[in-house]
């Protein structure tokens, strides 16, 4: 029995000393996942990215036709016809060529703006591709940590299953009480409804990793990764520097605000004249060797009413976007204060947990197995401290998975790659 019982600290410890333990045999038909992997395999079937990846190609061939011309008007014109005769008995004939030029200033704006909107559609690439990492290493922690409790549940009814044999024996030779085998047998029960809790959890949290990764949700995963404690320790402010520098939500923002600044530039580049140039040839009397070009030009009379307007949007909406570029300032700091604060508290209780709570939970187990051997405590003694190392193993892989998801968070508020 001696041997029995201590096999729980070994057991137990076994969940972190060996990761990627698969929870079943077929896990072991399967490559070992890690989370790299786990994120690359996300982005590469992930649809939402593709159909981003295509609309940067569209906006990129938009943007290459803006440095053009509009296309050239060709016109025929047959003058001087007899009544009933046919076009060949005109008395002159002329071909144009109407081409219609843009002030310069206005093809330039037109041109960034284009720029600025294909910018903007990488942006929107790059910040789904942020979210998608987060949400990735979100699943794959809480896979890792419902695949390590499943491990401890079952090690639970292992042990309240020998718990419950060792006291029928005890009752049987006069041993113990009766109230021992109950006690026992309530014990059992519960592991296995615990065990049964956490199947189903294991199973949710392996059908959620697969929905990301693209994959069957019944599907087995066999991470190789384990929970582990990375110590973090960049300040806060250089977090937000490095924000206000490159995450894709404050870059989008002022694309953003960038292209409403060139759309109010081409508003008030309407109040300009075009030119329209036309280049002719005219056949007179049967001679074709008479050209000719006309040069005219398009106002903007009616400024008062069609431009005034759209320079009135325009510089609305220029407006709007620099009151948005302030708020996606203000609340992606705001969340990377939380997601900080959250790494902090969880950092200390890991911390905690490695300098006291396991190692006391292991010497308690320790001592008060030896005095149940030595006869010193009874079985309630034993089967609480028993409990009690259970309960501060799971906490324990609570308090990883939480810190680790607090990590994914700041690194999605932040753009800073924490994990590799």
Do not use: C
Not at 72 to 98: C, D, F, H, M
Not at 201 to 230: C, H, M, Q, T
Not at 245 to 254: D, Y
Not at 341 to 358: D, F, I, K, M, S
Request: aromatic share 8%.
């Amino acid at each position: 029995m001696v041997t029995r019982f201590s096999g729980i600290i070994a057991l137990v410890v076994s969940v972190f000393v060996i990761p990627g333990t698969p929870v079943s045999g077929s896990a072991q038909n399967h490559e070992p996942l890690t989370l790299s992997a786990a994120i690359r395999l996300a982005e590469e079937n992930n649809p939402e990215l593709a159909a981003m990846k295509a609309n940067i190609a569209v906006a990129r061939g938009r943007a290459i036709g803006f440095w053009w011309l509009p296309d050239p008007q060709v016109s025929l014109e047959w003058e001087g016809v007899p009544r009933g005769a046919g076009l060949n008995a005109y008395e002159e004939k002329r071909i144009n060529i109407t081409q219609e030029i843009e002030f310069p200033t206005n093809i330039f704006w037109r041109n960034r703006l284009a720029t600025r909107e294909v910018e903007s559609v990488m942006y929107e690439y790059e910040l789904a591709r942020l979210q998608i990492r987060a949400d990735v290493i979100d699943a794959y922690t809480d896979f890792i940590s419902r695949r390590d409790q499943l491990a401890l549940a079952r090690q639970r009814v292992d042990l309240a299953r020998d718990f419950r044999e060792k006291a029928d024996i005890r009752r049987r030779v006069g041993e113990a009480a009766a109230i021992e085998s109950v006690r026992a047998g309530v014990e059992l029960a519960r592991a296995r409804n615990e065990l049964q809790m956490a199947e189903s959890d294991y199973r949710a949290a392996r059908a959620r990793l697969n929905a990301l990764l693209g994959r069957e949700a019944d599907r087995e995963v066999a991470a190789s990764d384990s929970l582990r404690y990375i110590p973090f320790q960049m300040n806060l402010e250089a977090i937000k520097a490095r924000a206000l520098e490159q995450h894709p939500q404050l870059r989008l923002a002022r694309a953003r605000l960038s292209a409403a600044g060139y759309e109010r530039k081409l508003a008030w580049g309407r109040l300009l004249p075009s030119i329209e140039a036309t280049g002719f040839q005219q056949n007179i009397g049967g001679n074709p060797n008479f050209y000719g070009i006309q040069i005219g030009f398009r106002l903007p009379l009616w400024f008062a009413f069609r431009q005034r307007g759209e320079i009135q949007a325009a510089s609305s909406e220029l407006a709007a976007r620099r009151y948005d570029a302030g708020a996606v300032r203000l609340r992606l700091f705001s969340h990377i204060e939380a997601a900080y604060a959250r790494v902090q508290a969880a950092q200390e209780q890991v911390q905690t947990y490695n300098t006291e709570l396991l190692q006391q939970a292991d010497e308690m187990y320790r001592i008060v197995l030896r005095s149940y051997e030595e006869g010193e405590v009874g079985y309630l003694a034993l089967l609480e401290a028993q409990r009690t190392l259970i309960e501060v193993h799971r906490g324990y892989i609570d308090t990883l998975a939480r810190y680790q998801k607090a990590l994914a968070e700041l690194e999605r508020s932040s753009s800073i790659h924490i994990f590799d």
